[in-house]
Nanobody, 123 residues
Framework: QVQLAESGGGSVQAGGSLRLSCVAF????????MAWFRQAPGKEREAVAR????????AYADSVKGRFTISQDNSKNTIYLQMNDLKPEETAMYYC????????????????WGQGTQVTVSS
């Protein structure tokens, strides 16, 4: 049974930073694609950052390029999302997602999802 557990959310002022973590339990084989999504109340869910763990290839939403960084620590089965220069409009629930894959996956069809961690950015 695969489970994802996010942590690291919180409240920061605009311009501040947070680092989110996502621990993946239960992946016993295979490369996987990991991603961070966010969803604000009344808005559609959007993909923020993606990674293929087999090569560390990454992709980012245009709105976060240069400010957010997705990374991994294979020894801990953990991915991270370093978020710098946060903006109030980035207040949302942030979710970690995963699926098996053989290359960087740019779609939305992730099989496994975490419960989310709240990020609140005040102006």
């Amino acid at each position: 049974q695969v489970q994802l557990a996010e942590s690291g959310g919180g409240s920061v002022q605009a311009g501040g930073s947070l680092r989110l973590s996502c621990v993946a339990f239960g992946f016993t084989y295979g490369r996987r694609c990991m991603a961070w999504f966010r969803q604000a109340p009344g808005k559609e869910r959007e993909a923020v950052a993606r990674m293929y763990t087999g090569s560390s290839n990454t992709a980012y939403a245009d709105s976060v390029k240069g400010r957010f960084t997705i990374s991994q620590d294979n020894s801990k089965n953990t991915i991270y999302l370093q978020m710098n220069d946060l903006k109030p409009e980035e207040t949302a629930m942030y979710y970690c997602a995963a699926r098996l894959c053989i290359g960087l996956y740019l779609g939305e069809d992730f099989r496994y999802w975490g419960q989310g961690t709240q990020v609140t950015v005040s102006s």
